[in-house]
């Protein structure tokens, strides 16, 4: 596919931005995942919104050819500017390393082929481990930082699916802004469906706890067949999925509330009943969720999804945010609360800024 694929400026120096997102059709569950060449290939449909200020930046600059690959972790950076660089995670480096050779192994099949090493310097403008797929942005930002820095321009479906084949699935959905969905089956990228101006809404993460999971999200994909819903689940999944898309298409919030908070739970029924079971939820998350139905039991439509943690994404309308927000930061179990809503798709910039 990409043996044509010629270099569309001099490599150098670069900053990539990509986006977070929170999916409203989940991925969970997946063949492949340790597989080292396409990345996981997973056993449903998934559908997410893209994120707007939970970012990942990424400065990408090129090393002599024998050079190790060094790579550097920044808190927290703001607007791309940010100097603190700390000691990376031994696990963080040799994941972000491992992506770095199959993105050079890559190149071998376009008519500029890389052999050289690169700088890295990463973070987020988001908490780690606030229940936000970190991996999601933050490999979308190395595959794109590195391929520009290598001197290409890539496609949001090649941005996709190779994102995706750094074994972080929810990657494959962070290479477009708006609405993005990620095939089943072999299918290794995904397609926007509605872009970020379609539709504007707010994602109001509600932060119960701060902790690493104890649980990772690729244990929780190898045990999700063990759960004996898994099978009805997989069922259920095309409607579901269709009522979502069509709520988007309809900008019925109602309808694509109703669809995303079953979604929510649903996750996490098989997350439950897996063997051996996974809890992500805690008390907090309980507290959050009787505050959702309490809002819209007050006229306030706002609904409720989690990813693989117990903090709680609650999703509205622009013009309810401040009251969703207000209800949320009151609760004893809440600890802060992010703002965000739909955001646009990655972008680069020559120069390294981190
Ligand atoms: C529950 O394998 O993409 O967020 O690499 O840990 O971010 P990480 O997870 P990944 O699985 C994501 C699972 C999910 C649902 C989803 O985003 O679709």
Known sequence: MNSALEPAHEPGPVTAEAPSNIAFIKYWGARDLEGDSEGPVPFNRSLSMTLDACRSICSASPLPEGSDDEIHWVQEPAGGRSSAAEEAPPAFVERTKRHLDRLREWSRQTAAPYAGGFRIATGNT???????????????????????????????????????????????????????????????????????????????????????????????????????????????????????????????????????????????LIAMSSRPPVYYWSPGTIEVLAAVRELRADGVAAYATMDAGANVHVICQPADAGQVEERLVALGSVERVLRDRTGGPPVWRGGAEL
């Not at 009805?232 to 309808?255: H, I, K, N, T």
């Open 126 to 268: 988001f908490p780690s481990a606030a229940g936000i797929a970190s991996s999601a942005s933050g490999f979308t930002a190395l595959t794109l930082a590195a391929s520009a820095c290598m001197g290409f321009d890539l496609t949001p479906r090649m941005l996709s699916a190779l994102s995706r084949s750094s074994g972080s699935g929810s990657a494959a959905r962070s290479a477009w802004g708006g609405y993005v969905e990620w095939p089943d089956g072999d299918g290794n990228a995904a397609v926007q469906i509605l872009d970020e101006r379609a539709w504007e809404l707010c994602d109001l993460v509600a932060v119960v706890e701060t902790g690493a999971k104890k649980v990772s999200s690729r244990d929780g994909h190898r045990r999700a067949t063990s759960s004996p819903y898994f099978a009805p689940r997989l069922a259920a999944l095309d409607g579901r999925l269709e009522r979502v898309r069509s709520a988007l298409c309809g900008r019925d919030f109602e309808a694509l509330g109703d669809a995303v908070e079953e979604e929510g739970i649903d996750l996490h």
